[in-house]
T-cell receptor, first 113, second 110 residues
Framework: NAGVMQNPRHLVRRRGQEARLRCSPM?????VYWYRQLPEEGLKFMVY????????ESGMPKERFSAEFPKEGPSILRIQQVVRGDSAAYFC???????????FGSGTRLTVV | RKEVEQDPGPFNVPEGATVAFNCTYS??????FFWYRQDCRKEPKLLMS???SGNEDGRFTAQLNRASQYISLLIRDSKLSDSATYLC???????????FGTGTSLTVIP
């Protein structure tokens, strides 16, 4: 009965490279959310997806960031041409209906050098 | 104005003490409210939902005051294992996202 699985746990990228973060929701959950947590700051919403649909991407930066949740396979958060300011912990969460509270994955800690 | 505001603390309390955390939110249309707990460098974990009638889970009691847009968490008989950051969480009016406070740090001292 695996929870929300995120990989990799740690990711190091040089400036200008691409980062791909993966998230497999809990079994039976069809809602996926991505949040970013900068050092000493709270979690900030990025995007909410259901299978093959982006429901709310109001928290996503307009450039370089994209997310998908295909019919088969994990949800992917993709950051192109990473910069130092992208260094953060990226948490994925999944849920049944949106107001039942999330279950979070262990996060991916991205470090841009 | 931030969607959710919490006193960051830190709160340092002895074992066995009672401690209360407060949180205010700005969106009167929010429908769902939660307290999460986050240990250092770990993911947030759901502690409890918060209802207008108040709810209790063992040593933890949560209250919601919609008129004042205020949420509280009371921890009785603090244990060392309660040391963590406690996050106040409020849904958007669409329910599409949750707003997280920056957290209140608690350290329970032996």
């Amino acid at each position: 009965n695996a929870g929300v699985m995120q990989n990799p746990r740690h990711l190091v990228r040089r400036r200008g490279q691409e980062a791909r973060l993966r998230c497999s929701p809990m079994k039976g959950h069809s809602h996926v959310y991505w949040y970013r947590q900068l050092p000493e700051e709270g979690l900030k919403f990025m995007v909410y997806l259901q299978k093959e649909n982006i429901i709310d991407e109001s928290g996503m930066p307009k450039e370089r960031f994209s997310a998908e949740f295909p019919k088969e396979g994990p949800s992917i958060l993709r950051i192109q041409q990473v910069v130092r300011g992208d260094s953060a912990a990226y948490f994925c969460a999944s849920s049944l209906p949106a107001n039942y509270g999330y279950t979070f994955g262990s996060g991916t800690r991205l470090t841009v050098v | 104005r931030k969607e959710v505001e919490q006193d960051p603390g830190p709160f340092n309390v002895p074992e066995g003490a009672t401690v209360a955390f407060n949180c205010t939110y700005s969106n009167s249309a929010s429908q769902s409210f939660f307290w999460y707990r986050q240990d250092c460098r770990k993911e947030p974990k759901l502690l409890m939902s918060v209802y207008s009638s108040g709810n209790e889970d063992g040593r933890f009691t949560a209250q919601l005051n919609r008129a004042s847009q205020y949420i509280s968490l009371l921890i009785r008989d603090s244990k060392l294992s309660d040391s963590a950051t406690y996050l106040c969480v409020v849904s958007s009016n669409t329910g599409n996202q949750f707003y997280f406070g920056t957290g209140t740090s608690l350290t329970v001292i032996p």
